[in-house]
């Protein structure tokens, strides 16, 4: 009985071994991050391949930003500014996120729009919209 004992606990043993070794496995693997965070915001030094054109009373014209921190300041009679950027990285699941105050935001993705602040306004000959003040306060609150 003594010997059927001890091979019922080293088996046992050795399943709860097995377990907790593939409980391991499975968690170091579930574990490891495949997220890259790639910051493509444009400063002064770091430049990211980003076209800026502003609306002025004159029409829209190409804009080279001077950036103050990660701001830039805008000619007196700049109505709108449009940024634009093709993305070249490779990126597998690439997820955008985009930071700002007080801006609307619009993508697209081979010419398509998948999404924009702007769904109900209609844009001018350039290609710009000009939200009024009732406009951008719904836009800020979603």
Known sequence: MKKRSRGRYLLGAAVIAAV???VLIVF???SVTTKT???LGD???RRFGWRYEVLTDDGPRPYEPVFEDWYFQL???TRAVRITRTMTEDIPQAELMWMSYQDGVEVALDG???YTDFPDLERDGNGFVHPDEAQWERIWRQ
């Open 20 to 22: 907790a070794a593939l």
């Open 28 to 30: 170091s693997l579930l």
């Open 37 to 39: 965070d790639l910051s």
């Open 43 to 45: 400063t002064q030094e």
């Open 75 to 77: 000619p007196e009679d």
């Open 112 to 114: 398509f729009q998948l």
